[in-house]
């Protein structure tokens, strides 16, 4: 049985819990303490934080970081709106609806320049682009935003089948479509002797984040210990990508007892062929204001937040990336 990561759930406005001063968060250690809710299981996606943490470089910049494993029901959106961490990784579609429901977060760095999240079918599929969708049946997250979209762009019309995040209909129907994530799902069904093929979501201009955000109240009390963060993050991911990644890789096959050393290059390979870690030109961590201005006007183009609820400076800042 194979299973696919669930979505990250939207939730009702969330009540601020105040995070703890300065004084108070400093420990005997002298180091400051930041806790990260990952969005899943220690992998790749992961590397950078996984990374910083092995090389030391948290510590290297004054921090006591706890990274804390997702999955299913890690539920970082509301762990961080709440205090319960001051930084979390989702994708960014996700958390622009939190903010506009009330939750108190923004976002400061991405993780990744595109959400893998991708339409996958098998590479016999009689579909090789968005209009051959037309009256297929798609297995899909119904919340997922690119659905209204894709559908409105294309002129198209398909059923859905809510995600069961497994692969076992994928594997055995040559003419099934189902979302997947981008940098897994294909490794498993490779396992099992099936090809995949993909079609890209970025590639439609519906192009989310996987995005690294923060508690508003933690930025503000505490902007040079997050820039401290984001700077060690940065370090790690480089070295991650373009030195080793062995002693991240390290840590995820002892805390995460489904990683394979295979599955793990694998899934590292896969970020890197799609550049999901930086484009062309540009630089780790990087985040766009004109980028997060499209995702809004998309999302209020669909009448999936309202109009002039809230703008771009309210959910994300590039103040905390290094140049």
């Not at 004084?23 to 590397?47: K, N, R, T, Y």
């Not at 109009?307 to 800042?317: L, Y």
Request: net charge negative; with cysteine; glycine share 6%.
């Amino acid at each position: 049985m194979f299973f696919i990561r669930k979505s990250l759930l939207l939730f009702p406005i969330l009540l601020l819990v105040a995070c703890s001063s300065k004084s108070e968060e400093e420990q005997s250690s002298g180091l400051f303490p930041v806790a990260v809710q990952l969005d899943w299981v220690a992998e790749p996606e992961h590397g950078a934080f996984y990374t910083a943490e092995a090389m030391g470089y948290f510590v290297e910049a004054g921090l006591d970081v706890t990274l804390v494993q997702g999955g299913p029901n890690s539920f970082s959106l509301n762990k961080v709106a709440t205090g319960q961490a001051q930084l979390g990784q989702a994708d960014s579609t996700n958390v622009l609806l939190a903010i506009e429901g009330g939750a108190p977060l923004i976002n400061v760095a991405s993780v990744f320049q595109h959400d893998p999240s991708v339409l996958m079918m098998q590479k016999g599929n009689s579909a090789n682009d968005w209009k051959d969708l037309q009256g297929k049946t798609i297995m899909v997250r119904p919340e997922w935003a690119f659905i209204p979209y894709l559908k409105r762009k294309y002129d198209i019309e398909f059923d859905i089948v809510p995600q069961n995040f497994e692969l076992g209909r994928l594997i055995s129907d040559k003419e099934f479509v189902q979302q997947g994530f981008y940098i897994a799902e294909p490794f498993f069904a490779m396992e099992q002797g099936v090809d995949l093929k993909f079609l890209y979501a970025w590639d439609t201009g519906f192009d989310a984040y996987t995005t690294l955000f923060a508690n508003k109240a933690f930025v503000n009390r505490n902007p040079e210990e997050l820039k401290a963060f984001i700077a060690a993050l940065k370090k790690g991911y480089q070295y991650y990508i373009e030195v080793d990644p062995e002693p991240a890789h390290a840590i995820m096959l002892e805390i995460n007892a489904k990683a394979t050393p295979e599955y793990l290059k694998f899934s590292r390979d896969m970020i890197i062929d799609a550049e999901l870690h930086k484009k062309p030109g540009g630089d780790y961590l990087d985040i766009s204001r004109d980028r997060y201005q499209t995702q809004l006007d998309q999302l209020r183009s669909l009448e999936i937040i309202p109009a002039d609820t809230i703008n771009v400076d309210q959910v994300m800042s590039d103040a905390y990336v290094p140049n």
